[in-house]
């Protein structure tokens, strides 16, 4: 018998969302698998890094088919000016990821706009831009250290976990990048994010030969780092109100990544006996998990709330995975932790599973892309009873909402000209009404169903639309085949809280170290503990995420 996927309306709680984890479906696991697996070769093409820490440098990785090159630009960069906000004009690193190897005229075009980023423009043979700022105290630690012939306290090293943090990593068309069409037939595109993860990957490689360039640079006995300390170093990230939306404007696509991830765990809870191999291997990454959870700091009281429960939901199942495992094992298991632990727990849990499994979990990967057009045609010949049912399917749980109570409708989203960035304003409170962005689906879905009241169930949409075009993203919404593309929450009401959204597709790149600096930002890190690029064919290049 095969088990049931998880409803939707169970799964798609915003609260849940925020309380997803990584998995082997994670992107950058996807991406550090292949490269392992399809034998890439990586090489520095160029160090053009001066004594005085700036230029630039061309990291190549070689595929099987294609080549890709992380050109990265080093700045000297005042303290005064370094800002983790996306409107900064200056930062201490800025890249391009390069679709092949650039020629010294594609290098000096890139030096005249990548610096600039947003100011600038790149051409379609670029893939990504992004731009990455210092942690000042570890840098200076780290630098000072190895000038000196010693090494880093590691101490310091876990306790900030990276050396520099991105503040963007834009693709798909941005500033003249290449669109996605132009890489989605690719294999080793054919998931998503896959360029942006490759290139936050070299980037890291990037950032640890640039801090022993300047540990030599400072002291002429200088050590490089070692290896092992060099490892458990990523790239942080600063996250906010800009992605949130993501998750609103990406239904059908959001609905690949999580029915992927529900079709795994469907797949390892059909599963009748598991092997002694298989328990020795989950206990193993339970324990490396449960480890890093004791590391996981953060300053964030809903956040510590969460991990100190999640630390109890640890110690609880690892004392439950030690007794035997019967029949079925891992939908008991599953089936147990739904009344012992978290949300944050359960779900680490649902990560955890499939770690045996890779047979059964890792085929979904490249199925969690999404081909369709961005835009679909409105079918407005489906009867106006069917779209009914859908509304009601899908945005049922906020029936009885009454959305003129102003802690109902208390949020407006919409786009800063300043910033040119999505933000969350107080409707009561700022004139903001009309700039408002279409992120609130429920509230529009009700709209819809009481407009909907006086027709006739045989009706067609299309005269439905005549009467009311304003309903027109509504009824297109609808008609789309996404069972998990709908959050079952407000998402414009008094106590939404944005981290939950930033959490949930955070956790499909693969981050760890969600540490919310408030309710609107959060810092990650991508690539601790993950093998460098000469390292990935020696190590394991897929459970190095847990340490």
């Given amino acids: 018998m095969t088990a049931a996927l998880r409803d939707p309306g169970e799964v798609m709680r915003l609260s849940r969302l925020g309380s997803l984890h990584q998995c082997r479906l994670s992107f950058m696991r996807q991406l550090t698998r292949r490269m392992a697996a399809e034998g890439w070769r990586f090489e520095r093409r160029e160090w053009a890094v001066g004594a005085n820490g700036t230029g630039h440098a061309v990291l190549c990785a070689h595929g099987p088919e294609r080549s890709y090159s992380l050109v990265a630009f080093a700045h000297d960069l005042p303290d005064a000016a370094r800002s983790d906000r996306v409107i900064a004009e200056a930062w201490d690193t800025t890249f391009a990821l390069h679709d092949g190897v650039p020629d010294a005229d594609a290098v000096a075009r890139l030096a005249g706009n990548v610096p600039r980023q947003e100011a600038g423009r790149v051409e379609e043979t670029e893939l990504c831009l992004s731009r990455a700022n210092r942690s000042v105290r570890l840098w200076e630690h780290v630098v000072g250290a190895l000038a000196a012939g010693r090494q880093p306290d590691p101490a310091q090293l876990d306790a900030v976990g990276y050396l520099m943090r991105t503040t963007a990593v834009y693709g798909s068309g941005k500033f003249g990048a290449a669109d996605r069409e132009r890489i989605a037939g690719r294999p080793e595109m054919a998931a998503p994010f896959q360029a942006e993860m490759l290139c936050v990957y070299l980037i890291r490689a990037f950032v640890r030969d640039l801090v022993e360039h300047h540990a030599r640079m400072r002291g002429p006995d200088a050590v490089p780092l070692d290896p092992a300390l060099a490892r458990r170093l990523g790239i942080g990230n600063s996250t906010g109100l800009g992605m949130a939306p993501f998750l609103v404007n990406h239904p059908e696509l959001v609905s690949h990544w999580v029915a992927a991830r529900e079709a795994a765990a469907a797949r390892v809870r059909s599963v009748r006996r598991a092997t002694e191999a298989e328990v020795a291997l989950f206990r193993d990454v339970l324990a490396r998990a449960a480890e890093g959870v004791a590391l996981w700091r953060s300053d964030h009281p809903l956040q510590q709330g969460k991990l100190e429960r999640l630390r109890a939901d640890m110690d609880a199942l690892r004392a439950r995975a030690a007794a ?169 009401a008094a106590d939404l809280l944005p981290i939950d959204m930033l959490r949930a597709k955070l956790s499909f790149f693969g981050a760890t170290r969600f540490d919310p600096r408030s309710d609107r930002w959060v810092r990650i890190c991508l690539f601790p503990h993950a093998p460098y690029p000469e390292e990935i064919h020696a190590m394991d290049p897929d459970r190095w995420i847990y340490g």
């Fill in 324 to 492: 035997p495992f019967g029949a079925r094992p891992w939908d008991a298991l599953v089936r147990w932790g739904e009344g012992a632990m978290s949300e944050e727990g359960q779900e680490m849990l649902v990560s955890l599973m499939l770690e045996p499994y890779p047979r059964l979990v890792d085929p979904l990967g490249p199925a969690m892309a999404c081909a369709r057009p961005a835009v679909n045609r409105i079918d407005g010949g489906m009867p106006v009873g069917a779209l009914r049912r859908r509304l009601r399917e899908r945005f049922g749980w906020a029936e009885g909402t009454d959305w003129d109570d102003p802690s109902a409708c208390a949020r407006v989203w919409y786009v800063s000209e300043e910033k040119l960035e999505p933000r969350l304003g107080e409707r009561h409170a700022e004139p903001l009404e009309p700039y408002e962005q279409p992120l609130a689906p429920a509230r529009d879905a009700w709209a819809a169903l009481r407009a909907l009241e006086a027709w006739d169930d045989r009706a067609p949409v299309a005269g439905f639309l005549l009467a009311h075009p304003e309903h027109r993203h509504t009824v297109r919404r609808a008609q789309l085949h996404a069972p998990y593309g709908e959050l079952r929450g407000n998402t414009i």
